[in-house]
Protein backbone atom coordinates (compact mmCIF):
# COMPACT_ATOMS: atom_id res chain seq x y z
CA UNK A 1 0.00 0.00 0.00
CA UNK A 2 1.43 3.10 -0.65
CA UNK A 3 2.36 5.56 1.84
CA UNK A 4 0.35 8.54 2.10
CA UNK A 5 2.43 12.68 1.21
CA UNK A 6 3.20 14.85 4.02
CA UNK A 7 0.68 17.07 1.61
CA UNK A 8 -2.02 14.49 1.72
CA UNK A 9 -1.23 13.63 5.30
CA UNK A 10 -1.79 17.83 6.11
CA UNK A 11 -4.62 18.26 4.17
CA UNK A 12 -6.18 15.49 6.11
CA UNK A 13 -5.24 17.62 9.47
CA UNK A 14 -7.07 20.49 7.94
CA UNK A 15 -10.32 18.70 6.90
CA UNK A 16 -9.94 17.28 10.77
CA UNK A 17 -9.98 20.67 11.82
CA UNK A 18 -12.93 21.89 9.81
CA UNK A 19 -15.12 19.24 11.08
CA UNK A 20 -17.87 19.53 13.93
CA UNK A 21 -15.99 16.81 15.89
CA UNK A 22 -13.76 16.27 18.42
CA UNK A 23 -10.17 13.86 18.10
CA UNK A 24 -8.54 12.07 20.74
CA UNK A 25 -4.82 12.04 19.86
CA UNK A 26 -2.63 9.25 20.06
CA UNK A 27 0.68 9.58 21.52
CA UNK A 28 3.37 8.85 19.38
CA UNK A 29 7.10 8.74 19.91
CA UNK A 30 8.65 6.78 17.44
CA UNK A 31 8.07 5.11 14.21
CA UNK A 32 6.42 2.02 15.73
CA UNK A 33 4.10 3.82 17.91
CA UNK A 34 2.87 5.44 14.81
CA UNK A 35 2.22 3.05 12.68
CA UNK A 36 0.12 1.47 15.97
CA UNK A 37 -2.01 4.52 16.18
CA UNK A 38 -3.05 4.74 12.17
CA UNK A 39 -3.41 0.46 12.85
CA UNK A 40 -6.20 1.38 15.31
CA UNK A 41 -7.70 3.90 13.99
CA UNK A 42 -6.50 7.18 15.37
CA UNK A 43 -7.30 10.32 13.46
CA UNK A 44 -4.48 12.22 14.56
CA UNK A 45 -1.00 11.70 16.48
CA UNK A 46 1.39 14.18 18.60
CA UNK A 47 5.09 14.09 19.45
CA UNK A 48 5.24 15.34 22.90
CA UNK A 49 8.32 18.07 23.79
CA UNK A 50 8.48 15.85 27.25
CA UNK A 51 8.30 12.26 25.93
CA UNK A 52 10.54 13.49 23.13
CA UNK A 53 13.17 14.72 26.10
CA UNK A 54 12.35 11.40 27.92
CA UNK A 55 12.95 8.93 24.53
CA UNK A 56 16.07 10.94 22.90
CA UNK A 57 17.66 11.84 26.57
CA UNK A 58 15.79 9.89 29.13
CA UNK A 59 16.18 13.23 30.15
CA UNK A 60 12.90 15.30 32.56
CA UNK A 61 10.99 17.90 30.47
CA UNK A 62 13.40 20.94 31.69
CA UNK A 63 14.09 22.49 27.44
CA UNK A 64 17.04 19.96 27.49
CA UNK A 65 16.38 18.81 24.50
CA UNK A 66 17.70 20.96 21.24
CA UNK A 67 15.83 21.50 18.16
CA UNK A 68 18.14 19.18 15.83
CA UNK A 69 17.62 16.02 18.16
CA UNK A 70 13.53 17.13 18.27
CA UNK A 71 13.87 17.29 14.64
CA UNK A 72 15.37 13.98 14.30
CA UNK A 73 13.40 12.06 16.21
CA UNK A 74 10.03 13.55 14.44
CA UNK A 75 11.49 12.58 11.19
CA UNK A 76 11.71 8.99 11.82
CA UNK A 77 8.43 9.33 12.79
CA UNK A 78 7.08 11.31 9.67
CA UNK A 79 9.24 8.87 7.47
CA UNK A 80 6.37 6.17 8.09
CA UNK A 81 3.22 8.40 9.73
CA UNK A 82 -0.03 7.12 7.88
CA UNK A 83 -1.93 9.70 10.26
CA UNK A 84 -1.38 13.49 10.92
CA UNK A 85 1.48 14.38 13.38
CA UNK A 86 1.23 17.29 15.36
CA UNK A 87 4.44 18.40 17.05
CA UNK A 88 4.61 19.98 20.52
CA UNK A 89 7.41 22.44 19.53
CA UNK A 90 7.64 24.39 22.72
CA UNK A 91 8.64 27.79 22.32
CA UNK A 92 10.26 27.03 18.78
CA UNK A 93 13.65 26.68 20.44
CA UNK A 94 14.22 30.35 20.87
CA UNK A 95 13.05 33.75 19.64
CA UNK A 96 11.23 34.31 16.53
CA UNK A 97 13.66 33.57 14.08
CA UNK A 98 14.67 30.39 15.91
CA UNK A 99 10.61 29.76 15.46
CA UNK A 100 11.38 30.40 11.92
CA UNK A 101 14.47 27.66 11.95
CA UNK A 102 12.02 24.92 13.57
CA UNK A 103 8.74 25.41 11.12
CA UNK A 104 11.01 24.95 8.47
CA UNK A 105 12.90 22.03 10.21
CA UNK A 106 9.39 20.56 11.01
CA UNK A 107 7.96 20.62 8.22
CA UNK A 108 10.69 18.93 6.09
CA UNK A 109 10.48 16.19 8.56
CA UNK A 110 6.61 15.63 6.75
CA UNK A 111 4.60 16.58 10.06
CA UNK A 112 1.31 18.15 9.43
CA UNK A 113 1.44 20.55 12.20
CA UNK A 114 2.96 22.55 15.15
CA UNK A 115 2.35 24.41 18.07
CA UNK A 116 4.18 27.13 19.46
CA UNK A 117 3.66 28.15 22.80
CA UNK A 118 4.37 31.38 25.12
CA UNK A 119 5.84 30.77 27.50
CA UNK A 120 9.23 31.78 29.20
CA UNK A 121 11.63 28.75 28.69
CA UNK A 122 13.63 27.84 30.00
CA UNK A 123 11.68 28.42 33.07
CA UNK A 124 13.47 30.37 35.46
CA UNK A 125 14.41 28.93 38.34
CA UNK A 126 11.28 28.39 41.10
CA UNK A 127 8.94 29.88 38.68
CA UNK A 128 5.54 29.06 39.42
CA UNK A 129 3.11 29.09 38.04
CA UNK A 130 4.34 29.45 34.39
CA UNK A 131 5.64 32.54 32.99
CA UNK A 132 4.41 34.52 29.44
CA UNK A 133 6.39 36.47 27.32
CA UNK A 134 4.73 39.54 26.09
CA UNK A 135 1.91 39.48 24.25
CA UNK A 136 4.39 41.60 21.62
CA UNK A 137 7.24 39.04 21.20
CA UNK A 138 4.74 35.95 21.46
CA UNK A 139 2.45 37.37 18.16
CA UNK A 140 6.07 38.01 16.19
CA UNK A 141 6.37 34.30 16.98
CA UNK A 142 3.14 33.44 15.33
CA UNK A 143 3.96 35.86 12.16
CA UNK A 144 7.37 34.47 11.95
CA UNK A 145 6.44 31.25 12.14
CA UNK A 146 4.00 31.77 9.36
CA UNK A 147 6.26 33.25 6.90
CA UNK A 148 8.91 30.95 7.27
CA UNK A 149 6.24 27.69 6.46
CA UNK A 150 6.46 27.00 2.71
CA UNK A 151 3.43 24.23 2.48
CA UNK A 152 0.25 26.51 3.13
CA UNK A 153 -1.36 23.00 4.42
CA UNK A 154 1.10 23.18 7.18
CA UNK A 155 -1.05 24.35 10.53
CA UNK A 156 0.46 26.67 12.44
CA UNK A 157 -1.24 26.48 16.21
CA UNK A 158 -0.50 29.14 18.37
CA UNK A 159 -0.55 27.56 22.12
CA UNK A 160 -1.17 29.71 26.05
CA UNK A 161 -1.38 28.72 29.11
CA UNK A 162 -5.12 29.64 30.27
CA UNK A 163 -4.77 28.96 33.67
CA UNK A 164 -2.27 31.47 34.42
CA UNK A 165 -3.80 34.22 33.01
CA UNK A 166 -7.51 36.04 34.30
CA UNK A 167 -9.85 35.00 31.23
CA UNK A 168 -9.80 38.66 29.72
CA UNK A 169 -6.18 38.40 29.70
CA UNK A 170 -6.70 35.06 27.76
CA UNK A 171 -8.85 36.41 25.20
CA UNK A 172 -6.73 39.51 24.36
CA UNK A 173 -4.09 36.72 23.76
CA UNK A 174 -5.54 34.28 21.78
CA UNK A 175 -7.94 36.90 19.90
CA UNK A 176 -4.57 38.81 18.95
CA UNK A 177 -3.02 35.00 17.50
CA UNK A 178 -6.41 34.57 15.03
CA UNK A 179 -5.70 37.86 13.92
CA UNK A 180 -1.69 37.14 13.35
CA UNK A 181 -2.91 34.53 10.98
CA UNK A 182 -2.70 31.36 13.15
CA UNK A 183 -4.80 28.19 11.87
CA UNK A 184 -5.81 27.35 15.56
CA UNK A 185 -5.22 27.93 19.12
CA UNK A 186 -4.10 25.17 21.56
CA UNK A 187 -4.99 26.02 25.38
CA UNK A 188 -3.35 24.30 28.37
CA UNK A 189 -5.02 24.86 31.62
CA UNK A 190 -8.71 24.99 30.91
CA UNK A 191 -10.65 23.76 34.38
CA UNK A 192 -14.02 23.13 33.17
CA UNK A 193 -16.82 23.90 30.67
CA UNK A 194 -17.58 27.48 32.05
CA UNK A 195 -14.16 28.18 31.97
CA UNK A 196 -13.39 26.86 27.99
CA UNK A 197 -17.14 28.87 26.83
CA UNK A 198 -15.59 32.19 28.91
CA UNK A 199 -12.58 31.63 26.30
CA UNK A 200 -14.05 30.10 22.81
CA UNK A 201 -16.75 32.34 22.33
CA UNK A 202 -14.48 35.17 21.09
CA UNK A 203 -12.70 33.03 18.57
CA UNK A 204 -13.87 31.29 15.22
CA UNK A 205 -10.68 29.38 14.45
CA UNK A 206 -10.68 25.19 15.92
CA UNK A 207 -8.94 24.70 19.34
CA UNK A 208 -6.48 22.00 20.48
CA UNK A 209 -7.13 21.34 24.38
CA UNK A 210 -4.04 19.64 26.70
CA UNK A 211 -6.63 18.32 29.03
CA UNK A 212 -4.71 15.56 30.84
CA UNK A 213 -7.76 13.19 31.12
CA UNK A 214 -9.49 16.14 33.38
CA UNK A 215 -13.44 14.61 33.88
CA UNK A 216 -14.45 18.08 34.19
CA UNK A 217 -13.94 18.50 30.33
CA UNK A 218 -14.90 14.23 29.34
CA UNK A 219 -17.31 15.56 27.17
CA UNK A 220 -16.47 15.18 23.43
CA UNK A 221 -19.77 16.01 22.49
CA UNK A 222 -19.58 18.80 24.30
CA UNK A 223 -15.92 20.20 23.24
CA UNK A 224 -16.88 19.72 19.91
CA UNK A 225 -19.91 22.47 19.81
CA UNK A 226 -16.88 24.60 22.20
CA UNK A 227 -14.89 24.28 18.61
CA UNK A 228 -12.24 22.01 19.97
CA UNK A 229 -11.66 19.75 17.30
CA UNK A 230 -8.17 18.20 19.19
CA UNK A 231 -7.15 16.75 22.50
CA UNK A 232 -4.36 15.90 23.67
CA UNK A 233 -4.95 13.46 27.09
CA UNK A 234 -1.31 12.81 28.09
CA UNK A 235 1.51 10.49 27.18
CA UNK A 236 0.04 7.54 28.65
CA UNK A 237 1.24 5.29 26.05
CA UNK A 238 5.07 6.29 26.60
CA UNK A 239 5.21 5.93 29.99
CA UNK A 240 3.05 2.49 29.93
CA UNK A 241 6.39 1.38 27.96
CA UNK A 242 8.42 2.59 30.35
CA UNK A 243 6.62 0.43 32.71
CA UNK A 244 6.35 -2.69 30.43
CA UNK A 245 10.40 -2.40 29.68
CA UNK A 246 11.41 -2.09 33.63
CA UNK A 247 9.35 -5.42 34.22
CA UNK A 248 10.31 -7.34 31.63
CA UNK A 249 13.48 -6.42 31.93
CA UNK A 250 13.73 -7.12 35.76
CA UNK A 251 11.89 -10.66 35.34
CA UNK A 252 14.64 -11.71 32.69
CA UNK A 253 17.17 -10.44 35.17
CA UNK A 254 15.50 -12.41 38.12
CA UNK A 255 15.70 -15.71 36.11
CA UNK A 256 18.97 -15.43 34.90
CA UNK A 257 20.28 -14.07 38.05
CA UNK A 258 18.58 -14.28 40.74
CA UNK A 259 16.35 -12.54 43.21
CA UNK A 260 16.32 -8.84 42.08
CA UNK A 261 14.66 -5.77 44.54
CA UNK A 262 11.47 -5.20 43.61
CA UNK A 263 9.84 -1.74 42.53
CA UNK A 264 6.32 -1.47 43.71
CA UNK A 265 6.88 2.43 41.29
CA UNK A 266 3.85 2.97 38.71
CA UNK A 267 4.86 3.87 35.09
CA UNK A 268 5.50 7.68 36.08
CA UNK A 269 7.77 7.40 39.08
CA UNK A 270 9.47 5.09 37.04
CA UNK A 271 10.20 7.68 34.19
CA UNK A 272 11.20 10.29 37.04
CA UNK A 273 13.61 8.00 39.01
CA UNK A 274 15.46 6.78 35.09
CA UNK A 275 14.97 10.37 33.71
CA UNK A 276 17.08 11.31 36.93
CA UNK A 277 14.59 14.36 37.83
CA UNK A 278 15.79 14.75 41.58
CA UNK A 279 19.63 14.90 40.07
CA UNK A 280 18.71 17.72 37.47
CA UNK A 281 16.21 19.65 39.85
CA UNK A 282 19.17 19.95 42.53
CA UNK A 283 21.43 21.02 39.84
CA UNK A 284 19.40 23.82 38.77
CA UNK A 285 18.93 24.55 42.51
CA UNK A 286 22.74 24.64 42.39
CA UNK A 287 23.72 26.43 39.39
CA UNK A 288 20.25 28.46 38.53
CA UNK A 289 18.99 29.67 41.97
CA UNK A 290 19.99 33.65 42.95
CA UNK A 291 19.82 34.32 46.23
CA UNK A 292 18.05 37.67 47.12
CA UNK A 293 18.06 40.42 50.05
Known sequence: MAMPSPQALRHQFRDLLNRQTCYYTASTFDPMSARIAADLGFEVGILGGSVASLQVLAAPDLALITLSEFVEQ??????????????????????????????????????????????????????????????EEAVGKIEAALDARIDPAFAILARTNAGVLSVDDVVTRVQAYEAAGADGVCLVGIRDFKHLEA???????????????????????????????????GHAAYFAAIKATYDCLRDQRVAEAGDVEASELGASALSMRYSTLDENLEWARRYLAIDTP
Open 74 to 135: ATRIGRVARLPIIADADHGYGNALNVMRTVTELERAGLAALTIEDTVLPARFGQTPPELISL
Open 199 to 233: ISSHLSIPLMLVAYDNPALADPTRLAANGVRVVVN
